[in-house]
């Protein structure tokens, strides 16, 4: 039954992140980009957690860690470049 | 009992992988960049809490190893999602919409409006203070030199 339940987690998520990906391409405004950008991030650290349900592995949380990371850091980097035009003041 | 987990950790992950494909969905099908921000920012974060509380009570369970890393990631993402929330509603704030637009706050301004700091304030002041400075002593040595056009070759005093 976990089976079932991980095919569709896993499909949904591949799913969300076409979804994201055309808003990537084809969006009004540059902040919707870096908000598709971030839900991109959030999507693919569940994708790897449930990968790791999968393989019964318990390596990719730290990919996971880092994907979250990373994530945060530059969406807050690039908003906040939007938002001051400068990083560090 | 085993079957009881099993199910528990099924629905979790059906529950988590149906939200986050809800909260792409949004942003793909609202109308404008507010309605949009609200969308993902909220259920894929439910989401991901879900695959991830799956996960642990998975390895907990049926691996025998039951790690807290899980527990790490989801309270990262539950502290980050606000933020990274807020700076983009910031980001929208000042980009997209005309300041017109905006309801006047009750005191103050708009915090986009504002200089970060007193001392962000306070060194915009003196900048300005310093450029004024500049053209006015710019203004004073042309006109000095005009002054001194006329005269021969004589030696020209420093301004």
């Known amino acids: 039954m976990i089976t079932y339940a991980l ?43 449930c990968f ?12 996971s860690i880092l994907y979250a990371m990373v994530g945060f850091v530059s969406t807050v980097a690039y908003a906040k470049f939007l938002l001051r035009g400068d990083l560090i003041e | 009992m ?16 149906f939200f986050g494909l809800v909260g792409s969905f949004g942003m793909v099908k609202l109308p404008d960049s507010m309605t949009r921000l609200h969308a ?16 642990m009570l998975w390895f907990g369970i049926f691996e025998g190893a039951l790690s807290l890393h899980e527990l790490m990631i989801s309270l990262f993402l539950f502290l980050t999602a606000p933020l990274t929330a807020h700076f983009l509603s910031k980001a929208i704030l000042l980009r997209d919409i005309p300041r017109s ?57 420093e301004p």
């Not at chain 1, 790791?52 to 990919?63: D, H, L, N």
């Not at chain 2, 085993?2 to 992988?17: K, R, T, Y």
């Not at chain 2, 993902?40 to 996960?55: F, R, W």
Request: hydrophobic residues 45%; aromatic residues 8%.
């Open chain 1, 7 to 49: 095919i569709f987690a896993l499909g949904c998520y591949g799913l969300a992140l076409l979804f994201n990906l055309y808003r990537v391409v084809r969006s009004p405004g540059v902040t919707d980009r870096i908000l598709a950008l971030d839900t991109m991030a959030i999507n693919a650290i569940a994708l790897i957690v």
């Open chain 1, 52 to 63: 790791g349900i999968w393989e019964g592995s318990a390596m990719f949380f730290e990919a």
């Open chain 2, 2 to 17: 085993e079957l009881f987990w099993e199910i528990l950790v099924s629905a979790l992950l059906v529950i988590g992988g």
């Open chain 2, 40 to 55: 993902p920012t909220k259920t894929t974060t439910l989401g991901v809490g879900c695959c991830l509380i799956a996960s």
């Open chain 2, 101 to 157: 637009d905006l309801p006047p706050p009750t005191d103050g301004d708009w915090a986009v409006y504002t200089p970060l700091s007193d001392t962000a304030a306070h060194e915009l002041e003196e900048a300005v203070e310093i450029q004024e400075l500049r053209k006015e002593r710019a203004r004073l040595r042309r006109q000095h030199e005009d002054d001194w056009e006329g005269e021969l070759d004589g030696e020209r005093p």
